[in-house]
């Protein structure tokens, strides 16, 4: 089935610093690519998406390429802020059995210290 | 005005008890889902309904019962509760579209004493 693989944590970075979450995928057919986010205490927030190869979604200074001959959507983000921290999921929207679900990766647990 | 509602936002209660959990959605969406994410923050999916109509329903014991009255609402029924159901539990919902995003709700923390 469909799966979603992105690097474990926890990352820790100084603010200002240069960030990538890797994430892989293993899909059937053309699956759309999603970030969300969660801030402590809160649930998933949608950070980005896209739809097809060779998208990139971009929010808040964050970005993510959908890269389909490496089936892969890493996050990056140029210069890291202290409210950046939270956990990162990386999802993919799939359709089984007829009906489309997310299947989201492990999450990252970002760490940015001033 | 909160998008996706869900109560209570914490939940104690001992083994073998039976508990309910609720969600309300007002962003006239027709697909709702109940996802469990664990202590290791691994969230999966449970149920998703569309229109009131079981959709997925990933294997998950028969304990788990959710219930939705109408489009806006979906409830989660837990009969018999487990200590493996400790987690926290979030509800979320979406147009029924093709690579809709998710709207999550802030997740009800359940513990099992």
């Known amino acids: 089935g469909d799966s979603v693989t992105q690097m474990e944590g926890p990352v820790t970075l100084s603010e200002e610093a240069f960030l990538t979450i890797n994430c892989t995928y293993t899909?059937?057919?053309?699956?759309?690519l999603f970030w969300y986010v969660q801030y402590p205490g809160e649930g998933l927030q949608l950070l980005l998406k896209?739809?097809?190869?060779?998208d990139k979604g971009s929010n808040k200074g964050f970005e993510a390429t959908y890269r389909k001959e490496t089936t892969s959507f890493h996050l990056e983000k140029g210069s890291v802020q202290v409210s950046d921290s939270a956990v990162y999921f990386c999802?993919?929207?799939?359709?089984?059995?007829?009906?489309?679900?997310?299947?989201f990766g492990k999450g990252t647990k970002l760490t940015v210290n001033p | 005005d909160t998008a996706v509602s869900q109560t209570p936002k914490y939940l104690v209660t001992q083994m073998g008890n039976d508990k309910s959990i609720k969600c309300e959605q007002n962003?006239?969406?027709?697909?709702m889902y109940w996802y469990k994410q664990d202590s290791k923050k691994f969230l999966k999916i449970m149920f998703s309904?569309?229109?009131?109509?079981?959709?997925i329903n990933e294997t998950v014991p028969n304990r788990f019962s959710p219930k939705s009255p109408d489009k806006a609402h979906l409830n989660l029924h837990i009969n018999s509760l487990e200590l493996g159901d400790s987690a926290v539990y979030f509800c979320?919902?979406?147009?029924?579209?093709?690579?809709?995003?998710?709207?999550f709700g802030d997740g009800t923390r359940l513990s099992i004493l």
């Open positions: 979320a919902s979406s147009q029924a579209a093709h690579n809709q995003p998710q709207h």
């Open positions: 899909a059937t057919g053309y699956p759309s």
């Open positions: 896209a739809t097809k190869a060779d």
């Open positions: 999802a993919l929207s799939g359709i089984q059995g007829g009906s489309e679900k997310l299947v």
């Open positions: 962003l006239g969406h027709d697909t």
């Open positions: 309904y569309n229109n009131k109509e079981l959709i």
